[in-house]
């Protein structure tokens, strides 16, 4: 073995940060927290350093590992297909690719009684663009809503579509930038109304917009609408894991029909059962035209993500091969994971134990917003949950005390049972002011005590240092 390997093999935290400092792109990562961890093993809720501290992961890599890291029968999948067909052009078929399809398109027919074909790529964002040729070439038109808060990708078809200026401003001009609306945000109504009282004054608002052609929407003569498409986070995700009100959607989808504007429905995060069911928006009694996917459909190993569209938008005679095509899209390994996560879904009993647990973990974290004023929200769908982070007045955002909370966590220095401990958690939000929590599906209540006991303590000593 040459020294080089030897040296790589025993070389320490230290030198590899100086590395990366030196020879590693910061654009394709966020380096939001004060010290980077570099982790070396990962097993179930967890993750290790080198030093052999596990670190209770809350988030799961944005949702993807959501069946736990290192899940056994993954794992199994991925080795099987790695023996037998590890690599295969996607111009051929294979087996997996087929029945991976079968299983989501029966599933969505099951449910949502349309009928329709799955489409692969290779990352989340990838797959919205997929998403936006649907619509173009089936609506012929390029413009779209999107939702403020909203977070679709960083693509640059995906980056017109996310709201964040921050993600544009450096990369010209956006002349396909969404049309965005404010979201059902309801702790902090756009409008400063009550959630009981406001009968979805937003969404008057958005509708009365079609009222004029004065108002830039509709030609009110046709009733034809500039806008082909609004692309949906059932659950908005990077924007603080918000969960909209009972009724928004379905009222939202029918004055879409009335204009004939497809529902996309972003998927990427809230899919797999995340939010208690497969699917997030079957928590809101629409049928989207087209769903959108990635993520956990692999658990995070070996990536592929997806679009389902219904068969009119879809189907070979208006989408024809080559319409889209990335080399490594449905590639055996990843479709062989994807398939045994849809049988894993099938055995397990994710629609009722996620509730449980989601309830379990919520009742938790809300007696911790008794005890301290700074914890101003909580709130949960199955085990998307969020902790909103203010000031003492249990309202206006605290920027500075959620990211002193995170980086304790990932400091690895609270205490458990006598040990030496780290807790992984991720921000988001509107004011960088949320903790977005995705824990795995398959959390215990007593890693969901611990979490809550090590949340506590960041938070007291967080409370402490920015006081
Ligand atoms: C709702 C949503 N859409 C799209 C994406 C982009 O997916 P990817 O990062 O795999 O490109 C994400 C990623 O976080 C997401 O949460």
Redesign the pocket.
């Known amino acids: 073995m040459s020294k080089k390997i030897e040296a790589e093999k025993t070389i320490s935290d230290p030198q590899l940060l100086k590395l990366e400092a030196q020879y590693c792109s910061w654009g394709d990562t966020v380096h939001y927290a004060k010290e980077l961890n570099i982790f070396t093993r990962c097993e179930g809720s967890y993750l290790y350093d080198q030093e052999g501290t596990p670190f209770l992961d809350l988030q799961m890599w ?3 590992a959501t069946f736990g890291y290192n899940q056994p029968r993954l794992k199994e999948a991925l080795i099987r297909q790695i023996e037998t067909l590890p690599q295969l052009a996607c111009q051929y078929l294979h087996k997996e690719k087929i029945l991976l399809s079968a299983r989501i398109a029966r599933d969505i027919e099951k449910k949502f009684s349309a009928k329709g074909r799955v489409h692969f790529n290779v ?6 663009e997929d998403a936006i040729k649907v619509v173009r070439n089936h609506t012929k038109k390029n413009p779209v809503f999107a939702f403020m808060g ?6 640059l078809g ?1 980056t017109a579509i ?1 709201s964040s200026y921050r993600y544009r401003e450096k990369f010209g001009h956006f002349g396909d930038r969404a049309n965005f609306v404010p979201y059902p945000y309801c702790f902090r109504c756009p409008l400063g109304k009550k959630k009981a009282t406001c009968n979805f004054a937003c969404l008057q608002q958005f509708e009365r917009l079609f009222e004029s052609e004065y108002y830039s929407l509709v030609n009110t003569k046709t009733r034809q609408c500039e806008f082909g498409a609004f692309f949906v ?1 059932p659950i ?3 924007g603080g894991y918000i969960i909209p009100p009972q009724g928004y959607f379905a009222a939202l989808k029918k004055i879409l029909d009335r204009y004939k504007i497809l529902f996309v429905d ?5 899919g797999f059962c995340r939010t208690g069911k497969l699917w997030a928006i079957e928590h809101f009694d629409v049928t989207p035209d087209i769903m ?1 996917f ?2 956990a459909l692999t658990n995070g190993l070996n ?1 592929i ?1 997806a679009i389902w569209a219904k068969e009119e938008l879809i189907s070979p005679a208006v989408f024809p091969p080559g319409s889209t095509h990335a080399t490594f899209s449905s590639n055996p390994l990843g479709t062989a994971v994807g398939l045994e996560v849809m049988k894993l879904i099938e055995d397990a009993d994710y629609e009722k134990t996620v509730p449980l647990k989601g309830k379990y973990f919520v009742a938790r974290l809300k007696k911790l917003q008794k005890k301290y004023p700074q914890v101003g929200e909580v709130d949960g769908l199955g085990l998307a949950l969020r902790i909103e982070i203010c000031q003492k007045d249990g309202f206006t955002p605290n920027r500075e005390l959620t990211d002193e909370i995170m980086n304790i966590g990932l400091s690895g220095k609270l205490t458990a049972g006598g040990r030496r401990q780290g807790l992984i958690l991720d921000v988001g939000g509107y004011y960088k002011n949320v903790f977005t929590l995705a824990p795995s599906l398959d959390i215990t209540e007593k890693e969901m005590d611990l979490a809550v006991d090590l949340f506590e303590e960041a938070l007291k000593k967080g409370i402490a240092a920015t006081a």
């Open positions: 944005y949702s993807a990352g989340g964002a990838s797959a919205i909203s977070y679709h990708g960083r693509t995906a996310t986070e908005q995700a990077t972003d998927e990427i995060q809230m959108v990635g993520k990536p993500s």
